[in-house]
């Protein structure tokens, strides 16, 4: 079975404070993606990230930077010099290489306060 | 401008209305999907179409019905809904399998359903 658990409902935070988002997952695929998406207050899901299961190498778009690691089953999200633009509700997703069913974390609700 | 276009962005019925919602795509994407999102929950899976044909169904009471007249449309009849199937309903699409973008979800903004 696959499962995504993000064990922070939400996090609030000041303008310009660093914030990291955990996301522990499960599977027992050897191929899978993962994934990021920020939910804004407006309603629609926006695509951040994507990673392969192959692929541990860290990324880092501007002031977001994602770590990957297969050891410890954990893609975690964190948001550098946070704004206030960046209060939303984000979700981590896991899909199996090939599928479409697209399992969501509960998803962290982030407070961004000026 | 959202790639992924959803009419009507709100929508009140009665239970024993019937009311369809569309969803409009063209990115040449083949794979199209409906979430449902209730208040402070993830996206729930509910229909997969790819390549027109329905893929997944994630055991969705028959009183939804989708369609896919063809690969830039996906739609979602709705005939007598309960009061508990209010929600946000979001449309998705993805390149098919196999394509780079393989999984990457697009989502239309969604439309609010309330069931009086």
């Known amino acids: ?114 | 401008d959202t790639e992924v276009t959803q009419t009507p962005k709100h929508l009140v019925m009665g239970m024993t209305n019937k009311k369809s919602l569309k969803c409009e795509q063209h990115m040449g994407h083949r794979a199209m999907y409906w979430y449902k999102q209730k208040a402070k929950k993830p996206p729930e899976l509910m229909f997969v179409y790819s390549y027109e044909k329905l893929s997944i169904n994630e055991s969705v009471p028959s009183r939804f019905s989708p369609e896919c007249p063809n690969s830039s449309l996906l739609n979602l009849h709705l005939h007598a809904l309960q009061p508990e199937d209010s929600a946000l309903y979001l449309c998705a699409s993805s390149q098919g399998r196999g394509g780079s973008g393989a999984n990457v979800l697009t989502f239309g903004a969604g439309s609010r359903l309330t069931v009086l």
């Open chain 1, 1 to 114: 079975a696959q499962k995504v658990t993000q064990a922070q409902t939400e996090i609030s935070v000041v303008e310009k404070e660093d914030v990291t988002l955990d996301c522990v997952y499960e599977t027992r695929d050897t191929t899978y993606y993962l994934f990021w998406y920020k939910q804004p207050p407006s309603g629609e899901l926006v695509f951040l990230i994507r990673r392969n299961s192959f692929d541990e190498q860290n990324e880092i778009s501007g002031r977001y930077s994602w770590n990957f690691q297969k050891s410890t089953s954990s893609f975690n999200f964190t948001i550098t010099a946070s704004q206030v633009v960046d209060s939303a509700v984000y979700f981590c997703a896991l899909t199996r290489t090939g599928g479409f069913k697209t399992i969501f974390g509960a998803g962290t609700r982030l407070f961004v306060k000026a």
